[in-house]
């Protein structure tokens, strides 16, 4: 996603791609005139990218790991 300060000083939203090191636009969601539509086209850019994918939500098991402790005669250097 990428937004772009047009002519008339709205602020375009287009979803890109990097081909050849070159930026090629995928579509074109629209222009903004204020931040409350900025944020609108911003979401619907978001909604292109990810597919309408929807977020697992799932928790890590955590493991807690204690201290270990070693004992022994090294020598010093």
Request: aromatic residues 2%; without cysteine.
């Amino acid at each position: 996603m990428r937004k772009v300060r047009t002519a008339s000083g709205a602020v375009a939203v287009q979803v890109v791609r990097k081909e050849a090191g070159k930026l090629q636009v995928i579509a074109h969601i629209g222009s903004a005139h204020t931040d409350g539509e900025l944020g609108i086209l911003l979401e619907k850019a978001r909604q292109l990218v990810d597919g309408d994918q929807e977020v697992l939500d799932f928790e890590a098991p955590t493991t807690t790991k204690e201290p270990t402790t070693t004992s022994g005669n090294h020598p010093r250097v």
